[in-house]
């Protein structure tokens, strides 16, 4: 009988928690360094330094709540680089660009805004831009010269026992396409020159001595607030179970199955030199939040699970003229509780989710 019971108490356990997660902490491999590469949804204070801020990430309500103060993190706290460096026993990384840094255990190239293809790419098919960001191309020169000035010949060595996360990147190279017009066909043509990108990054690294490398690939792009806010129809049809826009979802989705047939290519190509290279799912991270909300306590007070918690208001709480931060905004009681952040980016909360989804994944192939 006690027996029975406790079965029954273990079986209601493994569906309240529908993913057994490891311990967050010391699960990978012993990691000397990470190295990261990306955008804002990796930066940790490159643009605070570089350039102006469309989103105040270097104002409160960012960071609120985990490190209590603005960090140039584009959330309310930690990022999911945080949670990798701390699942490696590392200490979060440093920006590449500040000068106070300290870079023993890696450091974070990625620069809020950043796109994988060049400004060319965008003027020759008269997309504009604000500002444009430190692209791939830019954030391995900066590689480039940590390395002149650090480890030289010694990297290699080093480097070989490091983690490399490379992305995710795509999403800055198609939502100005998408806000300025351009259709979804015309946009799936970009996704070749975005992919071969993101694969002529990560050669770069392996041939400066990187052996495990993590390339993410972008969120589902209709079910982020700024995305429903811009595109939204009246045709119920357009819009899955969770009210994201399924077409959007499936162009990140075909961003994703492109990139990962590159991804197996390559890992074929440099498997003999002892380098793997490991796909990581944030968008499978992200729909499984959708699906198991409840069982992971995510119930925005507004009761949608598409509503940012910090903005300027309208039916996902995004206006593009008051974004998080700026005056007009409000954030939402409980950011534990929302999986949204500020219309493009997520809380600290989906990160934690979400990096333990995508660690559980990755971590046994990533072995050194
Ligand atoms: C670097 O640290 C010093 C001493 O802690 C501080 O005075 C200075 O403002 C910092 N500089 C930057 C750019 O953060
Ligand atoms: C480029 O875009 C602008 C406005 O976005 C438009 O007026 C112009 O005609 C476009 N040029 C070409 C060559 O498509
Ligand atoms: C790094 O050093 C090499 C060899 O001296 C040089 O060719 C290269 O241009 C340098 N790269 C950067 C980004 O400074």
Redesign the pocket.
Known sequence: MAMASYSVLLITAFFLFPIAFAATSGIFPAFKSIYQFGNSLSDTGNLLRWGTMFYPADKLPYGETYFRKATGRFSDGRLIVDFIAAAANLPYLDAYLNKNGSFAHGVNFAVAGATANEREFFDKRNISYDEFKPAILEQL?WF??Y??STCRKDCAEKFGNSLFIFGEYGGNDYFPAFQQGKSISEVMSYVPHTVASIIHGVKRVIQHGAKRILVPGPYPFGCLPSQLTSSGTDKADDYDQFGCLKKYNDFAAYHNRFLQVALSKLNRQYASKGVVIVYGDFYGGFMNIFHNANELGFNHESGSLVKACCGGGGAYNFDKAKPCGKEGSSVCTNPKAAVHWDGVHLTDASHRHISQFVINQVASKLAL
Do not use: G, H, S, T
Request: hydrophobic share 20%; no cysteine; net charge negative.
């Open positions: 020169e480039e010269k390395i002149n």
